[in-house]
């Protein structure tokens, strides 16, 4: 069994920073993909950056320049620097990973960690 633990979330300014992180901890051998998700209430689960093995990213529009996502391989762990928010980039945060034992592979999720941008 595999855990994803989210913390980093909170209440800030515009144009403030966060930086989420989302540790994932139980049966690893190894991590592929990690991504992070934005949900606004009433909307669905979006994809804002992924990272993958070698380091490779990928950041919806709306955030590049703004968010930068990286990982720790040795602690099993990946982050979002939330700089420059915006109102608009308040929701829930959720991490992803593509994690493998030693015989397969699936997806697993955190719990989600509130983000809310406003003065």
């Known amino acids: 069994q595999v855990q994803l633990v989210e913390s980093g979330g909170g209440l800030v300014q515009p144009g403030g920073s966060l930086r989420l992180s989302c540790a994932a901890s139980g049966s690893i051998f190894s991590i592929t993909d990690m991504r992070w998700y934005w949900q606004a209430p009433g909307n669905q689960r979006e994809m804002v950056a992924s990272i993958n093995s070698s380091g490779g990213t990928r950041y919806a529009e709306s955030v590049k320049g703004r968010f930068t996502i990286s990982r720790d391989n040795a602690k099993n762990t990946v982050y979002l620097q939330m700089n420059n928010l915006k109102p608009e980039d308040t929701g829930v945060y959720y991490c992803?990973?593509?994690?493998?034992?030693?015989?397969?592979?699936?997806?697993?999720w955190g719990q989600g960690t509130q983000v809310t941008v406003s003065s």
């Open positions: 992803n990973m593509d994690v493998w034992d030693l015989l397969m592979g699936r997806g697993y």
